[in-house]
């Protein structure tokens, strides 16, 4: 079945860079678009950016600066590497097929 | 970016009770909005895609309707599990953007 989940560091210090790991099965990353959103505590849901089956990307505007999202298809992996990290970027980070939905890891920016 | 006004932000309701939640979207999206309901602690569950079509395994008293850039999610005789934050999503084009939620709670 379709499963997607998500791995990385819980603590990354400020100014430092989030690197966060989607694992997926039951699919092809070749044929599906896979999403990463995050939501801070407590507040709604954003989302960042996706990766396309023919991998191409596209970012939040507000964040494209800093976000890269690429991925491994033999491994079934998708990335995200987000630099400058600031403590308004704490959020529990989630990766997405729309109709599938990784638990989302918590990642906490603070020194 | 296409900006997707939902309302209201909150929402307090009786069991058995008629909800309806909308968002307005800034420009034409078509079809391309989906609805979600998240429970504390938990990943969004898809319940509409398409605007209109219902996801698999959610229960019929859950319907989307579109007029014009308006979409609107209603819950036809509100259930205890229903309760949660509610949000929409346009996935027309990227950037891809989420209304700011609907907090439904029972009265």
């Known amino acids: 079945q379709v499963q997607l989940k998500e791995s990385g560091p819980g603590l990354v210090q400020p100014s430092q860079t989030l690197s966060l790991t989607c694992t997926v099965s039951?699919?092809?990353?070749?044929?599906?678009?896979v999403h990463w959103v995050r939501q801070p505590p407590g507040k709604g849901l954003e989302w960042m950016g996706g990766?396309?089956?023919?991998?191409?990307?596209a970012y939040n505007s507000a964040l494209k600066s800093r976000l890269s999202i690429s991925r491994d298809t033999s491994k079934s992996q998708v990335f995200l590497k987000m630099n400058s990290l600031q403590t308004e970027d704490t959020a529990i980070y989630f990766c997405?097929?729309?109709?599938?939905w990784g638990q989302g890891t918590l990642v906490t920016v603070s020194s | 970016d296409i900006q997707m006004t939902q309302s209201p932000a909150s929402l307090s309701a009786s069991l058995e009770e008629i909800v309806t939640i909308t968002c307005q979207a800034s420009?034409?999206?078509?079809?391309?909005l989906a609805w979600y309901q998240q429970k504390p602690g938990k990943s969004p569950q898809l319940l509409i895609y398409?605007?209109?079509s219902l996801a698999d395994g959610v229960p019929s008293r859950f319907s989307g309707s579109r007029s014009g850039t308006q979409y609107s999610l209603k819950i036809s005789r509100l259930q205890v599990e229903d309760i949660g934050i509610y949000y929409c999503?346009?996935?027309?084009?990227?950037?891809?953007?989420f209304g700011a939620g609907t907090k439904l709670e029972l009265k």
């Open positions: 990766i396309w089956g023919d991998g191409s990307t």
């Open positions: 999503l346009q996935a027309y084009s990227a950037p891809y953007t």
């Open positions: 997405t097929r729309w109709t599938y």
């Open positions: 039951g699919f092809s990353l070749t044929s599906y678009d």
């Open positions: 420009q034409d999206i078509g079809n391309w």
């Open positions: 398409g605007a209109t």
